[in-house]
Nanobody, 122 residues
Framework: IQLEESGGGSVQAGGSLRLSCVMSGWTATTLCMTWFRQSPGKEREPIASVDSDDIIRYVDAMKGRFSISREHGKNTIYLQMNSLKLEDSAMYYC?????????????????WGKGTLVTVSS
């Protein structure tokens, strides 16, 4: 199973980006798919998950400006990010695990992508 993120780049504060994560080697709809991010010098932080029943969960701090979605036919998930702020600059990672629920953000992920870099400037 491999995950590959794309869609990162440089954007001005207030702008939007949509990140993509393509899974190969398995059917993404059977897994819990997630997004995390990590800024330099900070711990990796969870953003959102979508499980095999298409239940979507966000950590409280990420609600409102971030939106996760799944495209079944393309084995792909997305992260739509709006009203970006300087502090959103980070490496964004797609990750997957076999089962997740309300405690997904504390679960160890089984598979990780290499990340895609988002840089927000003023």
């Amino acid at each position: 199973i491999q995950l590959e993120e794309s869609g990162g780049g440089s954007v001005q504060a207030g702008g939007s980006l949509r990140l993509s994560c393509v899974m190969s080697g398995w059917t993404a709809t059977t897994l819990c798919m997630t997004w995390f991010r990590q800024s330099p010098g900070k711990e990796r932080e969870p953003i959102a998950s979508v499980d095999s029943d298409d239940i979507i969960r966000y950590v409280d701090a990420m609600k409102g400006r971030f939106s996760i979605s799944r495209e079944h036919g393309k084995n792909t998930i997305y992260l739509q990010m709006n009203s970006l702020k300087l502090e959103d600059s980070a490496m964004y990672y797609c990750a997957a695990t076999w089962v997740c629920g309300p405690t997904w953000s504390r679960l160890p992920m089984s598979y990780w992508g290499k990340g895609t870099l988002v840089t927000v400037s003023s």
